[in-house]
């Protein structure tokens, strides 16, 4: 059974590439060519029901994002745009003199190496998670975040499947490799 493209309306065609399971699944192969566009169209990236931000590989930083992004993260656009993903994250390691995706904490960060993969091999990762040291209002506090990720002609999608506050811990320390404050 043909579905509507949740951008433009128009049935998907049975012909149309299948990506079960994938970020764009409900959107048709016309519109997704539309997303790499830049500008892109803000509808496009709407149109998928979760925060996703639009990224670019060389330098890595988001192009945009929708707004359950800026609402999950109580950011404005301007705070997103230009900028990388770990900022956007707030993780600890973005704020380093290294810097997002530099730092020597970020070697073995699950979600930067699967957004890097992504680029790289224009595979897809799925549920890809890692507890992500924080700092909000100078506080440090663990997030778990789960991601996906899809590559759209030279930029990559990247979805947040899951962004939850861990649990409380008395001493916050940063732990080598991204993984997780102790």
């Known amino acids: 059974m043909a ?41 496009l990236l709407e149109a998928i029901d979760a925060p996703v931000l639009l990224m670019q590989g060389n330098p890595r ?21 230009d900028h990388r993903g770990g900022q956007v994250f707030d993780c600890i ?11 020597v904490n970020c070697e073995n960060c699950k979600i930067k190496n699967a957004i890097v993969d992504t680029f790289t091999t224009a595979q897809s990762h799925h549920g890809v998670s890692a507890e992500l040291p924080t700092r909000k209002a100078k506080e440090i506090k663990t997030y778990t975040l789960q991601i996906s990720t899809e590559k759209v002609g030279d930029l990559a999608l990247v979805k947040v499947d899951r962004y939850e506050a861990g649990p409380e811990k008395n001493e916050m320390r940063a732990e080598p490799g991204c993984s997780r404050v102790v």
């Open 3 to 43: 579905l509507p493209c949740k951008v433009c309306g128009k049935e998907i065609a049975p012909d149309d590439p299948p990506r079960r399971g994938s970020i764009t699944h409900e959107i048709c192969a016309a519109c997704i060519a539309r997303v790499s566009a830049v500008p892109c169209d803000p509808g």
């Open 61 to 81: 930083q988001v192009v945009t994002a929708n707004q359950k992004t800026l609402a999950l993260f109580g950011k404005e656009l301007r705070e997103v745009e």
């Open 93 to 103: 390691h973005s704020f380093t003199e290294a810097g997002c995706g530099k730092d």
